[in-house]
Every structure is written in structure tokens, then in C-alpha cells.
């Protein structure tokens, strides 16, 4: 029976399976198996807004079927997390430190001084960075281009994405194959995961932004007050 097929016959997960990104990771491993699924989980890393909540556990599912064993799954997804972890990681090695500083430099509310700070921070926690944020939702793929602009070694970027990578697809892909046709519960837990990192990162920007602005009018009030 083909995964299509299966998912189908589950009406209470043909509602959101079948939508969009489910409907396109299926046609991809029906069509080349395993590493249709490594290829789908590559072009996540890439594109964030491709959620690998949903093709993870579509791939355990179809390893389920027999489509292909669940050791495949686990090997050629997480080779496509790192393919496209390594290719975030090239492209923050190609925009390189003294572009990333003259990109930041012109960007509104931001201070040189806070790319310092970030530095600093990254040079003192990016290993740990780079394997706990191959487990969190959005940070997963962006972490490797701080990686690959702070030049964190290759081996160990490598490595530290391998482990983090495998963890996280692991979790997903299990979940997939012993859930079976109820692999959706999955993508509703996780996306609750997903919607509280949402919500951190915008409290935090708008905690940021507003300790810039008031920054910026107590230096404009004070410059007011010495030419006075």
C-alpha cells in the first residue's frame, strides 16, 4: 500500500496531512523512497517555512508501510539535515565577519556594539549552541550561519549538527513510524513547541526594540541638554 494511499484512507488526518507541504513530501518518497525523504528535510533546512514536524514523521509512517526500513529513514534524513546545514554554514563563510558588521552597521536600532556582544557570546557557547538549536523549530537551520561566519571548525560544526540533527529527526521519525496513520498527532504537539519559540522571539524583539528607542532618546535628550 502506498503512503498516499494510507494517509488517505485516515479521514482524520486527511484534513491538514494531505495540505501542501504533506502532499508534496509523499509525492517525493513515493517517488525515490528514503532519500526523497533525506531531499525534503535538505530543502527544510534551507526554506525554515518547510516544517520537518510534518515530513519527519511521514517518513517513520512510510518506513511503517515498508516503503523503506526506519534505519534508512533515520540515515537519510539526517544526512539532508546536515547537506543543508552545511550549505547555511558556506553561505555565512561566504558573507564573512566584516560583511556581516557592514550589513548590521546600516540595519535600524542596531549598534556595532551589539554585534560584539553576539560575538562574544557565540565564541563562548556556539558548540552548544549549534547542537541545541538543531532541536528548536526556526533556530534549527539558522544556526549554522553564525557558525559558518564565526568560522566554527568544520569537523566539529559537523559533528555538533550530526548529533543535534540525529536527536531531533530521531524523536520525529519514531514518532511517525509507531504512531502510523495517527502520525498527525505529532504535527499538532509540535506545533505548539513551534508557536511558544514564536512567541519568546517576538517578545524579545519587541524587548530589544524598546530598550533601543528609549536608548536612543535619553543620548538625544542628554545631546539637547549639553548644547543648552
Avoid: C
Avoid at 513530501?25 to 517555512?49: R, Y
Avoid at 550589513?103 to 557565540?122: G, M, Q
Avoid at 524523536?171 to 498527525?184: A, C, D, K, Q, T
Amino acid at each position: 500500500m502506498s503512503i498516499l494511499t494510507s494517509v488517505s484512507a485516515d479521514p482524520a488526518s486527511s484534513g491538514s496531512a494531505l495540505g501542501g507541504v504533506a502532499q508534496w513530501a509523499v509525492d517525493i518518497m513515493e517517488a525515490i523512497g528514503a532519500p526523497g525523504a533525506g531531499l525534503a528535510i535538505a530543502l527544510e533546512n534551507l526554506f525554515p517555512p518547510l516544517p520537518s514536524e510534518v515530513i519527519l514523521p511521514l517518513a517513520g509512517f512510510a518506513s511503517s508501510q515498508g516503503n523503506f526500513s526506519i534505519t534508512a529513514a533515520l540515515i537519510w534524513t539526517t544526512l539532508g539535515s546536515v547537506i543543508g546545514a552545511l550549505a547555511l554554514y558556506a553561505l555565512g563563510a561566504w558573507l564573512g565577519r566584516d560583511r556581516m558588521r557592514a550589513i548590521a552597521d546600516k540595519v535600524p536600532l542596531v549598534d556595532l556594539e551589539d554585534v560584539d556582544k553576539v560575538e562574544a557570546w557565540f565564541e563562548r557557547h556556539g558548540y552548544k549552541a549549534v547542537f541545541f538549536g538543531r532541536m528548536i523549530p526556526i533556530f534549527r537551520s539558522l544556526i549554522s550561519i553564525p557558525a559558518g561566519i564565526e568560522r566554527m571548525p568544520v569537523l566539529k560544526f559537523l559533528g555538533l549538527t550530526t548529533a543535534g540533527s540525529l536527536i531531533w529527526n530521531t524523536i520525529f521519525v519514531l514518532s511517525g513510524y509507531y504512531l502510523g496513520e495517527s502520525w498527525h498527532i505529532v504535527e499538532e504537539y509540535a506545533g505548539i513547541f513551534q508557536n511558544i519559540v514564536i512567541v519568546a522571539v517576538l517578545v524579545a524583539a519587541v524587548w530589544y526594540v524598546t530598550a533601543k528607542v528609549r536608548s536612543y532618546r535619553r543620548r538625544k535628550a542628554q545631546r539637547t541638554a549639553d548644547e543648552s
